[in-house]
């Protein structure tokens, strides 16, 4: 079992960053690839970024390749996504989740996932 709980979010102007942590329990932190989405109202979830247990890669939407960055600190459990030049349609709540793949393929699919968080707030103001 993982648990995972999202902080972090907050209201931020257009054009501003935020750090989203992520932190974990249980032991196998390091066993699961971490994964950021975000659903906006009225809207499914959608695939932001991914970092691969496996390989350390990263994948990203294109929507936010070059202003979403993420990382994980094992020693911490935790998973961050500094998401900068933040636009309106960035608004959203955002969900940490783990998957034991590390196959982009897989991880870009929101159902392959096994834990989730319960989410972090994040308002863009124009």
């Known amino acids: 079992q993982v648990q995972l709980v999202e902080s972090g979010g907050g209201l931020v102007q257009a054009g501003g960053s935020l750090r989203l942590s992520c932190a974990a329990s249980?032991?196998?932190?390091?066993?699961?690839?971490m994964g950021w989405f975000r659903q906006a109202p009225g809207k499914e979830r959608e695939f932001v970024a991914a970092?691969?247990?496996?390989?350390?890669?990263?994948y990203y939407a294109d929507s936010v390749k070059g202003r979403f960055t993420i990382s994980r600190d094992n020693a911490k459990n935790t998973v961050y996504l500094q998401i900068g030049s933040l636009k309106p349609e960035d608004t959203a709540v955002y969900y940490c989740?783990?998957?034991?793949?590390?196959?982009?393929?897989?991880?870009?699919?929101?159902?392959?996932?096994?834990?989730w968080g319960q989410g972090t707030q994040v308002t863009v103001s124009s």
């Open positions: 989740a783990a998957s034991a793949s590390g196959v982009r393929a897989v991880l870009v699919i929101r159902t392959r996932y096994d834990y």
């Open positions: 970092i691969s247990w496996s390989s350390g890669s990263t």
């Open positions: 249980g032991r196998t932190f390091s066993s699961y690839s």
